[in-house]
């Protein structure tokens, strides 16, 4: 069994005194809402300086973000304060003498791009551009910038596209018209705009003229809605720009077909990289000296979950590889070390997200470090900088040598605060699944923990279906919220979840409803023979998305297992649900191809088709503005429960989407549910 407890490294990290633990608090979403964010880390290009952000959030709830410099060359140096302005800025990048920053702030109403001097002095808006600019990213040489702005494909010039979102905003009818598919995507409605790139020279504190390089393109750069900077790359010469997208057509909401495109930042004619490819090619990186391209690559076309290959292209030769071909882990980010031959990964590993180095001659890949959920910054002298959240602790940014040892905190963004936060103890287990193949999940004990008491329990199902509970700190599904609340909480991995290989990755697509639920039931029974303290016949699980259709599933397949279920944006009915999802690929590979060409499969793990079997009390929750799962799936189960009398209740928010964001809505989200478990398990 792979077991460990992070709980005494973190809290010795955090410098807390066992005076200040007898002090705190169990976890609550309150405290939760309070906590202060890092954002926008940025190194040097010497590696000796750090910038970062920091959202500081009051006891009223008001927020203030600046941003702070570190001197990573003393030990003993203190953060600098950069920033005092009113406002976020973010995008952070350094200038390439190292001796000024530039980052987006929307100081004036606009989002622009402003150059701080780091020897003293105030911060100089440096455009003044019609349109936000929206993310940003330095050339090599440092004389040019790279930036992604929102406009209309048919204009010409920036002015163009300014006048027709007026013209827009103003418009008396409501009418949306369409020709094609995405016609909305997450929880927006297509404008008809897009995300294109700019290039414009940068001379000081002046601006050049911003060159559309991506004129005319009837397509996303970056891709909405998650994607960023990460997919836009200058080559080490500084005279062309590589992104990721997908090349326009009438199949977007069907394909996955993203491929890496080279343009001259004079702009012109796109080079398709990756034609041959017809899965998602992503993140391209090149190295210091321009040797080599190194970007990652999926091989299952409709496939948003498959194995990210890591491709390195010799520049020179135009030979292609795929290196560590044979490393089962998907990477989720590559940086090229300073030597342009090694590669610094980031992959989901086990419950963690951990820090591997891998040779791309010969492919070798090495553990760096593999404790919690990691994030690479960058490179400085013999040690990596990477931000690190657990179960325990919101993030901080560490320092770690690159031969794993020397492991430094840098920040403690949240020291006072949590001092006055109890979190549960967790720790990982295993038990034996579907097959007998080997599962991993976590328990975490209720924060006021006493020896001999038997607790309700939590069960947490995550979504995705490709996702992972892990070693992670959320700012939505918080599992500690759960431990602070009294309960022990349950969390496991099953089949289909990331992180343990692809095949086990894989296991879940045409079967939603086999292997996960047995390793849901299996996982429970093994746990509660584990951990004694677990009262596991006193249980509600819960979970979102895919969660929120295992919520459906154990409806009317396990409907004997738990007190109660909390079903948040939840899949009802397949057949529905398969047209009006934005994202059709998502489905149409996860069941084999559509709904009229495998009907079959799709009604056989189709909840609604088992509402014969419900009895189990349920809250149902969604978000009107969620076009992944559209809200009906949620009415239709609420409305089946309160026609049969099956205890139900129904949270709808109108402005939220897939997710709650809005801090107030998650506040009444969390009350919801703990109220609606309290009242079934009768603590």
């Not at 302005?85 to 987006?104: P, R």
């Not at 979950?305 to 590889?321: T, V």
Request: hydrophobic content about 35%; proline content about 4%.
């Amino acid at each position: 069994m792979n077991t460990f407890n992070a709980v005494a490294l973190s809290l010795a990290l955090a410098g807390f005194s066992a005076g200040a633990l007898a002090e705190a608090k169990p976890f609550s979403v309150q405290q939760l809402l309070k906590l202060n964010k890092l954002h926008s880390e940025t190194l040097s290009p010497d590696g000796n300086k750090l910038v970062y952000g920091v959202k500081e959030v009051a006891d009223d709830g008001s927020s203030e973000s600046n941003l702070f410099m570190l001197d990573l060359t003393n030990p003993k140096a203190a953060p600098v304060k950069l920033t005092s302005a009113k406002g976020t800025e973010h995008d952070v990048v350094f200038a390439k003498d190292g001796q000024s920053i530039l980052f987006l702030a929307s100081r004036d109403g606009s989002s622009q791009i402003y150059r701080l001097p780091l020897g003293g002095g105030e911060a100089v808006k440096i455009s003044d551009l019609p349109l936000d600019i929206n993310g940003i990213k330095l050339s090599p040489d440092g004389k040019s910038l790279v930036m992604t702005m929102r406009v209309y494909p048919e204009c010409d010039t920036l002015k163009c596209s300014k006048d027709k979102f007026e013209t827009e905003s103003k418009r008396k009818s409501t009418g949306r018209e369409y020709s094609q598919l995405m016609v909305r995507h997450w929880d927006t409605w297509h404008d008809h705009a897009r995300n294109h790139l700019f290039v414009a020279s940068l001379n000081g504190n002046s601006l050049g003229e911003p060159v559309n390089i991506t004129k005319g393109l009837d397509t996303e750069v970056p891709p909405k809605p998650f994607s960023g900077m990460e997919e836009v790359a200058f080559t080490a010469d500084s005279q062309y720009v590589v992104y990721s997208a997908k090349a326009p057509s009438k199949d977007q909401a069907w394909t996955t077909n993203y491929d890496l495109w080279k343009v001259s930042v004079k702009g012109g004619a796109a080079e398709n990289l990756t034609s041959k490819n017809i899965a998602w090619d992503a993140q391209p990186v090149f190295s210091a000296d321009g040797s080599y391209m190194a970007y990652l690559a999926m091989k299952k076309p409709g496939f948003e979950a498959d194995r990210y290959g890591i491709m390195l292209r010799d520049l020179r030769s135009g030979e292609e590889k795929e290196v560590a071909p044979l490393w089962d882990r998907s990477p989720s980010s590559i940086q090229f070390g300073d030597d342009s031959r090694t590669l610094y990964v980031t992959a989901q590993d086990l419950g963690q997200v951990s820090v591997f180095e891998v040779n791309t001659q010969f492919g070798d890949v090495r553990s760096i470090y593999n404790d919690g959920t990691n994030s690479l910054i960058g490179s400085s002298g013999d040690k990596l900088v990477f931000t690190r959240r657990t179960l325990v602790e919101p993030g901080d940014i560490y320092t770690v040598g690159k031969d794993g040892d020397r492991l430094t905190r840098l920040t403690e963004v949240n020291k006072a605060k949590l001092a006055d936060i109890k979190f549960g103890e967790f720790q990982q287990f295993s038990f034996k699944g579907w097959n007998n193949e080997t599962v991993y999940g976590y328990w975490i004990k209720p924060a006021n923990y006493q020896e001999g008491k038997q607790y309700p329990v939590a069960y947490l199902v995550h979504g995705g279906p490709q996702g992972s509970f892990g070693n992670a700190f959320s700012h939505r599904w918080n599992a500690q919220l759960w431990a602070g609340a009294g309960y022990g909480v349950v969390m496991v991995d099953f089949h289909g979840s990331t992180g343990y290989g692809q095949a086990f990755t894989d296991s879940i697509s045409t079967d939603w409803g086999g292997k996960p639920l047995e390793d849901l039931q299996k996982g429970l029974a093994a746990v509660g023979e584990q951990q004694k303290w677990l009262d596991v016949n006193n249980a509600c699980a819960l979970g979102g998305s895919y969660g929120g259709y295992m919520m459906n599933w154990i409806q009317g397949n396990w409907n004997d297992g738990f007190k109660c279920l909390v079903n948040h944006a939840g899949l009802f009915d397949m057949r529905s649900m398969y047209h009006v999802t934005e994202e059709l690929w998502f489905p149409e590979y996860e069941f084999g191809g559509s709904y009229q060409k495998n009907r079959d499969l799709y009604e056989k793990f189709n909840p609604v088709n088992y509402v014969q079997n419900w009895k189990t009390p349920m809250l149902v929750i969604h978000g009107e503005k969620d076009f992944r799962v559209p809200y009906d799936q949620g009415l239709a189960a609420f409305s089946y429960m309160q026609r049969n009398n099956i205890p139900s209740e129904l949270l709808i928010f109108p402005d939220e989407n897939h997710w709650i964001l809005n801090p107030d809505n998650l506040e009444q989200w969390y009350a919801k549910v703990l109220g609606w478990m309290d009242k079934w398990t009768a603590k």
